[in-house]
């Protein structure tokens, strides 16, 4: 069974930075891609940043740029290096891992990331 852990998050000001890591385990991961999404409240959630066991990213447009994802595949990790946060970033940001084969989505518990203006 899948099982992602996520740490980091809390509260920062406008214009600082967080980093949010997940560790998932209980399976292997080659054929995943891994990475953050965010939902607001009152919003639907929303991709922010994947990366793939080749090396590939993708973005959303709102965070390209201030955000950086990273992938260990060794230790099977995925981290979010988030810098110039603003306001509108505060969500519960969640770890996903989607298996390319089976389609099959985990999810972490979510963690609480709050930006004051």
């Known amino acids: 069974q899948v099982k992602l852990v996520e740490s980091g998050g809390g509260l920062v000001q ?22 953050w999404y965010r939902q607001a409240p009152g919003k639907q959630r929303e991709l922010v940043a994947t990366a793939d066991s080749g ?21 099977n990790t995925v981290t979010l290096q988030m810098n110039s946060l603003k306001p509108e970033d505060t969500a519960v940001y969640y770890c996903n891992v989607r298996n390319y084969i089976s389609t099959v989505n985990n999810w972490g518990q979510g963690i609480q990331v709050t930006v004051s203006s």
């Open 55 to 75: 090396g590939s990213t993708n973005y959303a447009d709102s965070v390209r740029g201030r955000f950086t994802i990273s992938r260990d595949n060794a230790r």
């Open 14 to 35: 406008a214009g600082g930075s967080l980093r949010l890591s997940c560790a998932a385990s209980g399976g292997s991961f080659t054929f995943s891609a891994m990475g």
